[in-house]
């Protein structure tokens, strides 16, 4: 059993922001590539952000420069801080984890995944 536990998800209005945490309290995060994704209603999964055991981060065109996604080794926890939200980002949002590490994480490598947190956004 691969636990991963998404939170900070709610209802904001535009221009708003919001920091979601992802925790994997036994599996870890240390040494993992870690990846947020999120659902469109009426679409498919698409990725958001990667975060990388060596520190590096990969953003979708759509969020870069809003958002930013962080790690904390030490709490086993992954963040995704998501500001100047826009009604288009209403999702639901989920956190990956990956067996697999290094400076660079495959879109496709993902394995273990949260149960995913709800964002609405409101004009």
């Known amino acids: 059993q691969v636990d991963v536990v998404e939170s900070g998800g709610g209802s904001v209005q535009a221009g708003g922001s919001l920091r979601l945490s992802c925790v994997v309290p036994e599996y870890g995060i240390n040494g993992r590539c870690m990846a947020w994704f999120r659902q469109l209603p009426g679409k498919e999964r698409e990725g958001v952000a990667t975060?990388?055991?060596?520190?590096?981060?990969v953003y979708a065109d759509s969020v870069k420069g809003r958002f930013t996604v962080s790690r904390d080794n030490t709490k086993n926890t992954l963040y995704l801080q998501m500001d100047s939200l826009k009604p288009e980002d209403t999702a639901m949002y989920y956190c990956?984890?990956?067996?697999?590490?290094?400076?660079?994480?495959?879109?496709?490598?993902?394995?273990?995944w949260g149960q995913g947190t709800q964002v609405t956004v409101s004009s």
């Open positions: 990956a984890a990956s067996p697999y590490g290094g400076s660079t994480c495959d879109w496709d490598e993902y394995r273990y």
């Open positions: 975060d990388t055991s060596a520190g590096s981060t």
